[in-house]
């Protein structure tokens, strides 16, 4: 038997890029949004069509599988589709206003791992290329005989420890200006005037939760953003727990303690009148899957199903994720947060691959552990990392007794 050729897929269409996009630059966030789809996943073949690949094809194909696995696509689900309606609206509204009023900003929030900034970015970069198409590329509100470079979204990280003129940098940075040596009110006019001059039509802050508002700095920096919100620009807010964060309260500052006190939350709408923050943001939840109704569960399965079809293992058969207990037990194993499925699918791909077991199952997942340590891009104690669930206990095999002495009484019973 002759060995097959692998079907014709570039092996650049899966190797790591010569850098990953940095999507808090302008030239970043372009490269990111221009290729966010561009990965080709590893064809799917059978073992026999495998089998007859030649052996440096099939090395090959195992890496082309294992980039794969390392680059599942982003899946919609019935939380993420309910932000998406609500922000795509938002910008929609928000960048065909004529008038010179205040645009009603979002917030998104939800646990750690929960895939807001992915579904936030997505959105708005669909965003940027509609907007784009619409205008040809250019700058609907450039000033004639210029060349200002046009950004309808610009992404901004939250500092961790924020404050305006940090904040300010941050969103500066992002448009590769010049900030040095200026005060907060020249770092302000530089972010109207930057936001103005390319056209901003979104502005997307994440992490916002890293604000914490007993501190005087953070609730000027609250101050600062919402005045961004009077420059045409839709500012989106990203962060975990928004509402228990006091980002929706406002703060008042004891002169004597210099402590910084809260009124409780309303819980209704009869209640106290919104504070200025309230109106001017709309809060949308982006919560993880539930198990506690056949909705729930159905909706699990569903995501599961989708999940399944962009595996490449080889042993892999109909119903390998949905399939027996398989759903109960991946939800048990990740709260039905999607990051920390990702993970685990991530993780037992690259052991199913390496043992050549070739397809999940429990008894190879008990062998996954789900660590969130070693990510350096997130804050902790801002929530931003989720508990990931207790592993269950290894599976002891059971002894056989036919053959075991169980003494004399046993014999004569």
Known sequence: MTARPLPATPTSAFLLPAGIPDRETVNGWTHWRQTRHAFVPAPALTLAEYRMLSPRDRQLHDLHRAATHANLPLQDTPMSTAVARLMRSRLRTNALKHRPTTRPGLMITGGGYQGKTETACEIAAAFEDAWLDLNQQLNPAAVP?????????????????????????AILDFFGADHRKMTLPQLTRAVRQSLHDHGTRVLLLDDITRLKMHRADDQDTLDLIRALMSTNTTLVLIGVNIPGSGLLREGCQDPGTGQWAFPAPARHHHDDPATQTERRFDLVQLDP???????H?????????????HLRLLHATPGMLTGGVMPEYLFRRTGGVVGLLERLIEQGCTEALDTGVEALTEALL?????????DHGRD?????????????????????????????AAATA
């Open 289 to 295: 899957f539930a198990y506690d109704t056949a909705a």
């Open 145 to 169: 005989g210029s060349r200002d470079l046009h950004a309808p979204v610009a992404y901004v990280q939250t500092p961790v420890t924020a404050k305006p003129k940090s904040t300010c940098q």
């Open 297 to 309: 569960i159905q909706a699990w399965v569903d995501h599961l199903t989708g999940l399944e079809q």
């Open 366 to 374: 008990d062998t996954v552990t789900i660590s969130l340590g070693n």
């Open 380 to 408: 902790p104690a801002a929530g931003e990392v989720p508990a990931v669930p207790e592993k269950p206990p290894p599976r002891r095999r059971s002894r056989n007794t036919v053959f075991d002495d169980h003494g004399p």
